[in-house]
């Protein structure tokens, strides 16, 4: 609802998930993985979980943390990476890059867990959801530059949408327009 944020700080002497209100006052440490790369964060719709990634056991999934609770559910238990985890706007689903394929690819699994989907074929990272629902535009990979692609949401062909991103996590797909 836009009075609360989430971001990753390394105040309380390692990499962890805090919330804050909006202003970056009552800033508060709301995981505790003691060492691990822990970030990403991202609020769920309701305002009730927060989804991120961490490499707490090894290689790094994917977790959701309870807000009201500060329970912390796995939802990701792969040897590959999985990590930059992005809410569906319906809140459906959750994208993610994972390089469980041999490669960097674009996945996405239920919010509560359960068998993961690949989206992409050749290659993709960042993904974020059109304000419509109908698209998912993505990195196509580390390279830099490297461009912007897009994939029917229920799957199909890959269409390339603008070359010169200066590095793949540096855009956002808003209502009106990619920035």
């Known amino acids: 609802d836009g009075t609360r944020i989430t971001f990753t700080?390394?105040?309380?002497?390692?990499?962890?998930?805090?919330?804050a209100n909006a202003d970056g006052s009552e800033a508060t440490?709301?995981?505790?993985?003691?060492?691990?790369?822990?970030s990403n964060s991202r609020w769920s719709r309701d305002g009730?979980?927060?989804l991120f990634n961490s490499r707490r056991s090894?290689?790094?999934?994917?977790?959701?943390?309870?807000?009201?609770?500060r329970s912390v559910q796995r939802l990701t238990d792969d040897r590959s990476e999985e990590y930059e985890p992005r809410w569906s706007r319906d809140g459906d689903w959750?994208?993610?890059v994972?390089?469980?394929?041999?490669?960097?690819?674009?996945?996405?699994?239920?919010?509560g867990g359960g068998p993961a989907v690949q989206v992409t074929r050749q290659g993709g990272l960042a993904a974020f959801e059109s304000a419509d629902g109908r698209w998912l535009y993505y990195a196509k990979d580390l390279a830099r530059p490297t461009s912007i692609?897009?994939?029917?949401?229920?799957?199909?062909?890959?269409?390339?949408?603008l070359d010169g991103l200066s590095y793949s996590?540096?855009?956002a797909v808003a209502d009106k327009g990619i920035y």
Do not use: C, H, M
């Open 9 to 19: 700080s390394t105040r309380s002497g390692t990499e962890e998930i805090w919330v």
């Open 29 to 38: 440490q709301v995981t505790s993985f003691g060492g691990a790369n822990t």
């Open 48 to 50: 009730r979980t927060i």
């Open 58 to 69: 090894g290689s790094s999934d994917l977790y959701v943390l309870d807000v009201a609770t």
């Open 94 to 96: 959750i994208y993610f």
């Open 98 to 111: 994972s390089t469980r394929s041999g490669r960097a690819e674009v996945w996405k699994i239920p919010p």
């Open 149 to 161: 692609w897009r994939v029917p949401v229920d799957g199909g062909e890959e269409t390339k949408v």
């Open 169 to 171: 996590f540096n855009f």
